[in-house]
């Protein structure tokens, strides 16, 4: 740590006091690492003080689960940060379902303040470059690279051993559309429905923030057209939360019901103005029909992307080939740029749409496993790990454990995994929460032998989820890998190599504790440590009782 007059050197610089740059600066802060967060407003979380536009969150609050187990209790709580066992929740500062954004932002600025993160506020970074070798005040590292250094608006100079970007979506993505500049960004757009009377209007995009800006309008608006190449697609079809949620969908009512909406599945090849109103080319996608179509608005509702353009020419990162997100590794590290980390909505690179990354109850994981990879790479710390006996019975017990109460699994469905290592020389280690690619990358973590604990939903998803004709029933358990739900997976590998899977069946309640659910998994485990298993009625046999549960089942 070294401050000079105007030069700040930290061994990490951190980008972004939102949500994701907080929890990454609890853990440094935890461990008493020299870190800094660098934000450009006067408080952490402003980002929510201005977004979504229309101030409700799409992210769940969900007060009464029947459970007092805080970490069982983060499966529905999306908003919250990972903190103490005591830590104020996000639920001290909302009561409501789908909260105000306003909350929000208080939330991640207490966060940060009751926890004492250092947080250099009003400093805006303008610019980033890499550190010639021998800069003054910046050794090389213990990770092998010169650093970064960083120039803010007000002139001041900060040096990073390694740097975080999580500074989230901060660009709206302008759609190449000749004229789009005719067209109101979300950003700027009227929030106010009574501005948009008897007005005819375009809306550009088919995502949350088109749909919410929809529904803020049917009452006033005299029609509304949403258009954008790909269909619709729904959050309770594909699982992914950022995809069109129920709460944002009525508009769907009204086109269907012919009341003067529609929703089109079109390219939109120029705009113009005539006179007083704008001209729309659409170019449908499911026909050859060209037609020019009139409104006297045109919004732009297409997301937003991140913007690269502080970093200097010669550390430019390279990027996905959709221009939105940056390209990174299974450590969220810059492909072209070491040191280079990124946190937060960016993360979503690694599991772009399949998973919950993209939003604070996915990437508050993600921050807690970058510390870990940190931690590991700068220092040599191996991950955290319970040791555990090498037996079916144990294995089995510590795996149903975690599967009935972690968040992170559940949360992070198929991207994070348990692993539990076999030592040949004896004995078994529990390790949480882990990236499955990234484990899998690492020998030091899968070992010669080891079984790695997911969360995932069936690969076979049904065509339409709310009908259950076809669905595995809970006796059915040589079906498991038929589950379309969520339900627990375990693989089996030697070496890195996959050796064999098992499927837990699904369960309605999402609670893995009966007979269907236990034997086949300890016969699973013994099976591939060689040693046969008797059975258990249920998990209380290995593991003292747990609460009651409902007896429905899926079937």
């Known amino acids: 740590m070294s401050d000079d007059g105007n030069l700040v050197v930290r061994d990490y610089v951190i980008i972004g006091g939102g949500p994701a740059g907080v929890q990454l600066g609890y853990y440094l802060q935890q461990a008493q690492r020299d870190y800094v967060i660098v934000e450009a407003e006067s408080s952490c979380g402003a980002f929510f003080r201005r977004h979504p536009r229309h101030r409700k969150l799409l992210s769940v609050n969900k007060l009464y689960t029947g459970c007092s187990d805080r970490e069982r209790q983060l499966r529905w709580d999306w908003n919250s940060l990972l903190g103490p066992e005591d830590d104020v929740p996000f639920s001290a500062y909302s009561r409501e379902y789908f909260p105000d954004a306003g909350s929000l932002a208080r939330y991640i600025d207490d966060f940060a303040r009751r926890h004492a993160l250092r947080v250099l506020f009003q400093t805006r970074i303008v610019s980033i470059s890499r550190l010639s070798h021998g800069s003054a005040g910046q050794g090389k590292g213990e990770h092998g690279h010169e650093g970064y250094e960083l120039t803010a608006q007000d002139g001041k100079r900060i040096r990073a051993r390694r740097l975080i970007i999580a500074s989230g979506f901060t660009q709206p993505h302008i759609p190449t559309v000749d004229g789009i500049e005719l067209s109101e960004p979300y950003t700027e757009m009227s929030t106010e429905p009574s501005d948009y009377i008897d007005q005819r209007v375009l809306i550009l995009g088919k995502g949350n923030s088109a749909f919410e800006t929809a529904d803020s309008l049917v009452s006033t608006a005299r029609s509304i057209h949403l258009v954008s190449p790909q269909p619709v697609e729904f959050a309770w079809r594909s699982h992914f939360v950022g995809h069109l949620r129920a709460v944002n969908n009525n508009l769907l009512d009204t086109y269907q019901l012919k009341i003067q909406n529609a929703v089109l599945d079109a390219h939109v090849d120029h705009i113009r103005r005539e006179g007083s109103a704008y001209v729309a080319r659409m170019r449908y996608v499911h026909n050859t029909e060209v037609e020019d179509l009139t409104y006297d608005r045109v919004l732009n509702c297409t997301g937003f992307r991140f913007d690269p353009s502080f970093f200097e020419a010669d550390c430019w990162p390279e990027m996905r080939s959709c221009g939105r997100l940056p390209s990174m590794s299974a450590s969220w590290e810059s492909t072209n740029l070491t040191g280079v980390h990124f946190a937060g909505t960016l993360t979503q690179a690694r599991d772009y749409k399949r998973t919950s990354s993209a939003f604070i109850h996915g990437f508050r994981y993600n921050s807690k496993a970058l510390f870990h990879m940190l931690e590991k790479q700068d220092r040599g710390i191996a991950w955290p790990g319970q040791p555990v006996e090498p037996t079916a019975d144990a294995l089995s017990r510590a795996m149903l454990e975690r599967i009935n109460t972690s968040s992170a699994l559940w949360q992070q469905f198929g991207f994070f995994c348990d692993v539990v290592q076999i030592h040949r020389e004896g004995g078994a280690t529990y390790l949480q929460e882990l990236p499955l690619e990234y484990a899998l990358e690492h020998p030091e973590i899968y070992g ?108």
């Open 448 to 555: 010669s032998e080891c079984f790695a604990v997911t969360l995932e939903y069936g690969k076979n998803k049904l065509t339409d989820p709310f009908n259950q004709a076809g669905r595995v029933v809970r006796t059915d358990v040589g079906h498991a890998d038929d589950s379309a739900f969520l339900h627990p997976v375990v693989r089996h590998y030697r070496a890195g190599e996959l050796k064999a899977t098992h499927h837990v069946i699904e369960d309605l309640a999402s609670e893995w504790i009966e007979p269907e659910h236990v034997n086949p998994l300890r016969a699973f485990v013994g099976e591939q440590l060689g040693v046969a298993i008797p059975l258990v009625s249920d998990i209380r046999e290995l593991h003292g009782a747990r609460r009651g549960r409902a007896k429905s089942k899926v079937g």
